[in-house]
């Protein structure tokens, strides 16, 4: 059996894809870039986006020849295993062999049913659970939570490892096979088992699906020492995410804003094109706005057309589910403009993903870039340290409560500390936060289930647990304590 040239042929090279991993929101979803007027060069040689005869000629001539090893597994395999063996699985077999050897959690075989799913998706409205995922070191772990999403509302956080979908265990499996058993329609429930780094117990969170919100643009002005801050969150980039940006950005100027913040925490990225038209409403056109590095080692930097900075100060709020795209917005403001950066150190991904269709409805994603920074850095693996470290109230760190008894007076118990860190949170001083039930604590929990209207017995058990969270969960999103936006409005002023 021989490999033909025609077989390479077919592949057509797409989209450019940057984002972290895929997305929980009913169907398999990707970050995707479309390539630009500054990035067309990058996508290609050509303006077809396809690869070139060269590369083509490079493949065929050298490496198809040691290919005939390949077919002759697939023969053997074909006429002499016990029992019948269908075509495509073997071929498909081969092809996620050759990806899984790269190491590379970003390169990726999306069989047709995938890719079909893919297209759905990009055309409908999503539900699942709302997070962004990507396989880190052979686990399932979620890079952040979608704004609003179920998987914030239950309390998934960056980092969080993926160990089982409602009693079966992940292990070893394909990332799209568990993101399959963890996507679902709207108001069906899923419970995954999650392995969370710094807590020796295994969190069992259930999450109810929903719809997913689409809007990645939010919008507010605050007051700081007398002036007037903008403040624009973005959730992810999207396709009309650099258009809602510049219409926010354009109503805050016109109403006379002092400083702006750009909030990108748990925005796990998405269309380079979005970032890029971002920057360049910032980052004035003798300093480039990114760089990108080719499997060569050659380097191309993109510029903006405007002549001056913006002339009001700018910081970025960035956190570890900052990824990506947003960790090229964050770098580039603070090397190209010295804005600085406020919160902790992000997600850590410095490479560029690239479609290629194999012909047949299915596609291989791979590694074929890296982006480097204004000052030619690469964050990947190490993310973008911030320039002004802040960490939220510790409160923001506490875990699902998980309960075999209710915990009472003079317990003992590592758990019984992160309930105290939530009481002390919503205002009920629980005397001590070391994991013992004492007596303040007794009387922290009584004072709650009072507010609260349930039974005053001074435990913690399901309901007033389930409650407890709630209102963490609650004065969370509320963003009443949100002492990382505060500290990035201070900073834009000193």
Do not use: C
Not at 435 to 446: I, K, L, N, R
């Amino acid at each position: 059996m021989h490999i033909k040239k025609s077989l390479i042929a077919l592949l057509m090279v797409g989209t450019l894809l940057i984002g972290a991993g895929i997305t929980f929101i009913g169907l398999t979803v990707f970050n995707v870039i479309e390539p630009t007027e500054s990035t067309n060069n990058v996508a290609s040689s050509d303006q077809s986006n396809t690869i070139t005869d060269t590369e083509q000629e490079d493949v065929s001539q050298s490496d198809l020849e040691k290919m005939e090893k390949v077919a002759s597994a697939f023969d053997i395999i074909k006429t002499s295993y016990l029992e019948e063996v269908e075509d495509g699985a073997l071929i498909e077999g081969a092809i996620q062999g050759m990806l899984e050897t790269l190491g590379d959690p970003y390169s990726v075989y999306m069989d047709q049913e995938t890719m079909e799913q893919f297209n759905e998706q990009i055309e409908s409205s999503f539900e699942g659970i709302g997070a962004e995922v990507s396989m880190v070191e052979g686990n399932v772990t979620i890079v952040a939570p979608i704004k609003d999403s179920p998987a914030e509302e239950a309390g998934l956080r960056p980092n969080d490892q993926i160990l089982s979908v409602d009693g079966e265990s992940i292990e070893g499996m394909e990332l799209y096979d568990a993101v399959a058993k963890i996507r679902g329609e709207k108001g069906t429930t899923v419970t995954l088992e999650v392995r969370r780094p710094g807590v020796d117990d295994i969190l069992s969170i259930e999450i109810t699906r929903d719809s997913i919100p689409l809007e990645t643009v939010y919008a507010e002005t605050r007051e700081q020492d007398g002036k007037t801050v903008g403040i624009i969150e973005l959730t992810s980039f999207s396709e009309k995410t650099s258009e809602r940006f510049e219409e926010e950005l354009t109503k805050l100027e016109e109403d006379g804003i002092d400083g702006l913040v750009i909030d990108v925490r748990g925005n796990p990225g998405g269309l380079l094109p979005s970032v890029e038209e971002i920057l360049k409403n910032f980052v004035p056109k003798d300093t480039p706005y990114i760089q990108i590095e080719d499997p060569k080692g050659e380097k191309s930097r993109y510029f903006s057309n405007i002549e001056e900075p913006k002339s009001y100060p700018i910081s970025v709020l960035i956190d570890e589910g900052s990824a990506s795209a947003s960790e090229i917005l964050a770098i580039a403001l603070n090397e190209a403009e010295d804005y600085p950066t406020v919160g902790t150190t992000s997600f850590g991904k410095g490479t560029v993903q690239q479609t290629v269709s194999m012909g047949d409805g299915s596609t291989i994603k791979l590694t074929r870039f890296k982006w480097l920074s204004p000052e030619g850095n690469w964050i990947h693996e190490e993310g973008v340290e911030p320039t002004v470290e802040q960490k939220q109230p510790e409160y923001y760190y506490t875990n699902p409560i998980q309960l075999e008894e209710p915990f009472t007076f003079n317990d003992s118990d590592d758990k019984i500390s992160n309930v105290q860190v939530m009481l002390k949170g919503l205002g009920y001083e629980p005397g001590r936060e070391d994991g013992y039930f004492s007596e303040e604590t007794q009387q922290a929990v009584e004072a709650f289930q009072t507010a609260e209207e349930i039974e005053a017995t001074g435990e913690i058990n399901e309901e007033t647990a389930e409650v407890l969270q709630t209102r963490i969960i609650e004065k969370i999103r509320s963003g009443d304590d949100d002492v990382q936006l505060e500290k990035a409005m201070e900073v834009l002023f000193q």
